[in-house]
């Protein structure tokens, strides 16, 4: 009959473990922000145009390529706003403007 394992007294569970440390400052959020995107999405990220602290975590605006074109001035670009918790999970993103590369904000 196999026998059922038991965690080891002294230390922490799996999941304690595996969670990440909590998110500490506008760089880190930022970064956590723009992998977290990158990785879902598949577009290169380019900056990030806002980071801010919310009561769950953080709230960030990524700027992200969307579609490369010769020249670069014609690229389009988006922003996407990003939630992030603050253990840097990313909670939910939307895409909140669309633009051209060269083109001035208005």
Known sequence: MAEERRPRAGKASTTAARRP??????????RAACQSLE?????PTEGVSAVKRVDDGWCVVVDVLELPRIP????????YEVQIDQDGELLEYSRV???RRGSADE
Do not use: E, F, K, N
Not at 21 to 30: E, F, K
Not at 39 to 43: A, F, R, S, T, Y
């Open 21 to 30: 440390p909590p998110v500490r400052g506008a760089g880190q959020a930022a």
């Open 39 to 43: 990785g879902l999405i598949g577009h």
């Open 72 to 79: 670069d001035t014609t690229s389009l670009l988006a922003s």
């Open 97 to 99: 403007r669309r633009y």
